[in-house]
């Protein structure tokens, strides 16, 4: 007998992101409820069928989501935040709850629930928000009609539910209250059983239970509290049986919280972590299941059968191939969908990738060979895969594209030297206040403006050959040009050049450096209806000319204001790529660093005097558990510094962050010694500042004021409240006045009456604090 294959979730666009378009129509007011509902069930159907194709034997159903499978949760649970009560058309309330609602005629103006990254993932969800008055209600519509939605179509699903402990973990308590989110596990716990028995009522047999909190590092309490609930939830006879799911890490110490609680089935991602197959197979219970997670949901390289067979095969050999799945190691929501739709990429290249649909039948295959020794010998059609499998593999490893010499040799000449400005911040900082002399409160943007229709459609019709780059280039710059204009008219202090000729601010940077691939429908969720094309970085990074420069000079011209040059960070092109499996990340980090540095300086000797890099994803590359962040951080962190320590003291090294806890790393920004760090914050109301203030954060820093993600206008009276409340933090001199991220997903109207307010702002904090000076 076959092990059985499945696979913990699928991408959830459509192969050519039709939900997105659907999405955005619907919010745009231009489709009904209805028209949306049908694209979701179009989608649905089609991944269903082909996962069914593909031969596997548990399919999930609940990995759909109109925006956030967490916010899903939410739902489910009844655990919507009473500020959105007044608002009763349910999926009016759901967006509401995502995006912020502003309906003036209506007297409705709430803002959106805070969103952070998933995981390590590029992925953000929506962030549960609970207080001492929340209470919990069961509301599994969606759940069960999407089961039986499937069911109809002749296709039993596995839904997947995400469990109570990672829903509480993952969840923010409001401020003012003291209880911990477990408090609510015993008002959660009857809920899931609820929702387990009526699930059992219809039929269904077995449900994916995400619990993937299971891989961090958990205090004393927590472990018990887990290990309570999970018990609980087993002895519930009245259920489906329970895989328990857990991906990107090792359990270690939490393995005895999943193997004591007496479910059915245990899931482990051996891509990530591969080194807990043995600890698992040794103690697991004798009635579990156990799948591997052996296909990588998180990166795009073709898995290595043969390698992989061997340790499917360890496994088979310990407990039976009766009792063992086999899967991706987490849902493949991280991959883009179908590898077919890539036409651009060279053979060889292709060759070596696998997207969500070629992993189906990597998992099949190895499914099919998990009772054979040698699979390729024994099967003539799937023979064929093995053997193809192999030689591709092979390609790979011998490739010359893959090398650069002379990179090689300059990593290896590294010095500390190299990673350090020439003086302390305080010496710089006295003299890019002689060379600036900005005002107090300083105000800024984070780099990108509205990538309007125009700029879109001016892209796509050079980049289908309708419009010539001359003609895209002239059409580039009257663009930067107005925007120029526009934020002198609204009085920034510091100026960017709006960003319109980059779609992506890695996609950008990779297409001008040696070592990436593109794809055309290479698309992942980011958040909502957003998708990232992240490029594939395969080989050697080498930079052949300047990146950037010209654009620098030509928008500096424009303006006798200071306009900042704007730079992706290593860390975050690294983070927000495909990158290769076949050396360690530092290493692939430190080549992006080099290339920076190089564009860095170049831009220096150019005549810019501010030059931001940006790193909003150095937070979300560390590791899960504490235990390993040190080694990161100290090569992410000297990452930054070598690409940014070879300018001058009275260059200005901006950086920028944004959408996630800094709380925890505040030492390693410190130590990135950019002269000026600008935040996100104005979400969580100041609160993610104030360790900036207990810290005593020492350069100068800029806490958004003005949340990009929202279509909403902040009033000045709002942005006024959260500088005094940043003013209470730090000393207002180090303050800069900025929103919380780029503005390129926001339209100009709403843009320039927003700037205004916040120039209005930082003007009447100016008046202020020189008043009270007097
Ligand atoms: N400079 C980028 C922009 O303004 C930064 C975006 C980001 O932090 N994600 O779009
Ligand atoms: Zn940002």
């Known amino acids: ?95 509401a709850m995502a995006r912020g609602l502003q309906n003036k005629s209506a007297g409705i103006d709430t803002s959106a629930l805070e969103m952070t990254k998933w995981f ?36 039993e699903t596995r839904p997947v539910i995400l469990g109570p402990v990672s829903f509480l973990l993952l969840s923010k308590m409001d401020l003012n209250s003291k209880k911990s989110p477990l408090h609510f596990l015993k008002d959660l716990l009857p809920l899931y059983k609820e929702l387990f028995s009526l699930l059992k009522k219809k039929g269904v047999r077995w449900i994916q239970l995400d619990e993937p909190c299971l891989v961090l590092e958990l205090e004393k309490g927590i472990q018990s509290s887990y290990q309570n609930a999970l018990t609980e939830i087993a002895k519930f006879s009245e259920r489906p049986k329970i895989l328990v799911t857990t991906y990107f890490g090792d359990l270690k110490e939490n393995l005895k919280i999943a193997t004591a609680s007496k479910l059915d089935g245990l899931h482990i991602d051996l891509v990530r972590a591969p080194e807990q197959l043995e600890t698992v197979l040794a103690s697991l219970p004798p009635e579990y299941i156990l799948s591997l997670g052996l296909v990588d949901g998180r990166n795009i390289w073709r898995t290595d059968l043969e390698a992989t067979h061997k340790i499917l095969r360890t496994a088979v050999e310990a407990i039976g191939s009766e009792r063992i799945f086999v899967g991706s190691s987490s849902s493949l929501l991280h991959v883009p969908e179908d590898l077919n739709g890539e036409n651009q990429l060279d053979t060889e290249l292709k060759s070596w ?58 990593l290896e000449k590294i010095s500390e030297g190299d990673k350090k400005r020439k003086s302390t911040f305080i010496n710089r900082q006295t003299l890019q206040q002689k060379r600036f002399s900005l005002p107090t409160f300083p105000t800024t943007t984070i780099g990108s403006f509205p990538q309007t229709n125009d700029v879109r459609s001016a892209r796509a019709s050079w980049k289908s050959g309708k419009l010539s780059l001359e003609n895209y280039n002239r059409f580039l710059k009257e663009e930067t040009k107005q925007c120029i204009a526009k934020q002198e008219s609204i009085g920034l202090d510091v100026l960017v050049h709006g ?38 970085l395969f080989g050697d990074i080498f930079r052949p000319e300047p990146m950037t420069v010209d654009w620098a000079i030509y928008s500096q011209s424009l303006t006798p204001k200071i306009v900042k040059g704007m730079l992706t960070g290593p860390v975050t092109i690294l983070q927000w790529s495909f990158v290769r499996n076949d050396q360690p990340r530092q290493a692939t980090c430190e080549q992006i660093a080099l290339s920076l540095r190089d564009e860095v300086n170049d831009l220096e000797s150019a005549g810019i005097q501010m030059i931001q890099v940006d790193e909003p994803a150095i937070r979300e590359g560390l590791p899960l558990r504490k235990s390993e962040w040190k080694t990161y951080l100290k090569w992410a ?138």
């Open 353 to 410: 990738l696998s997207f969500a649909l070629q992993k189906l039948s990597e998992i099949k295959a190895l499914a099919e060979a998990s009772g054979k020794e040698v699979p390729s010998q024994t099967y003539l059609v799937s023979g064929y895969m093995w053997l193809e499998n192999k030689k591709a593999l092979k390609t790979r490893k011998n490739s010359p594209r893959t090398k650069n010499q002379k990179v090689r040799e300059r």
């Open 499 to 536: 960003e319109f000729e980059r779609t992506d601010m890695v996609e950008y940077f990779g297409e001008k450096l040696e070592g990436f691939a593109f794809t055309e429908n290479g698309w992942v969720q980011s958040y909502g209806s957003r998708c990232v094309k992240p490029p594939i």
């Open 637 to 774: 962190v000297d990452s930054f510094r070598l690409a940014t320590s070879g300018v001058k003291d009275e260059t200005q090294i901006h950086t920028h962050m944004c959408y996630s806890e800094f709380g925890e790393i505040l030492e390693s920004i410190e130590a990135m010694d950019a002269d000026v760090l600008s935040i996100e914050t104005s979400r969580s109301q100041m609160e993610l500042f104030r360790d900036f203030g207990k810290s005593g954060y020492k350069n100068e820093i800029g806490p958004g004021v003005y949340d990009i993600h929202s279509p909403r206008v902040p009033s000045k009276e709002e942005m006024i409240d959260l500088l005094e409340k940043a003013k209470s933090v730090l000393p207002y001199p180090q303050l800069w006045v900025n929103p919380d991220c780029g503005l390129k997903t926001r339209g100009w109207p709403e843009v320039e009456e927003a700037l205004r307010n916040m120039v209005e702002a930082a003007e009447i904090m100016r008046t202020k604090t020189e008043e009270y000076a007097k």
């Open 120 to 155: 390590d993932t590029n992925y953000h969800y929506i962030v549960p928000e609970l207080n001492d008055e929340t209470k919990f209600s069961l509301n599994p519509k969606k759940l069960i009609s999407e089961w039986e939605e499937a069911y109809e179509l002749g296709i």
């Open 1 to 95: 007998m076959s092990v059985l294959a499945t696979c913990l979730g699928y991408p959830r666009f459509g192969k050519a992101r039709e939900l997105k378009k659907s999405l955005e129509s619907f919010w745009a007011g231009k489709i009904s409820e209805e028209e949306l509902n049908e694209t979701g069930k179009n989608i649905r159907k089609q991944h269903w069928l082909e996962m069914k194709r593909a031969g596997m034997n548990h399919i999930p159903s609940n990995d759909f989501s109109y925006y956030d499978h967490v916010l899903d949760t939410i739902v489910l649970l009844g655990a919507t935040p009473k500020r959105y009560g007044s608002i009763s058309n349910p999926i009016a309330r759901y967006f």
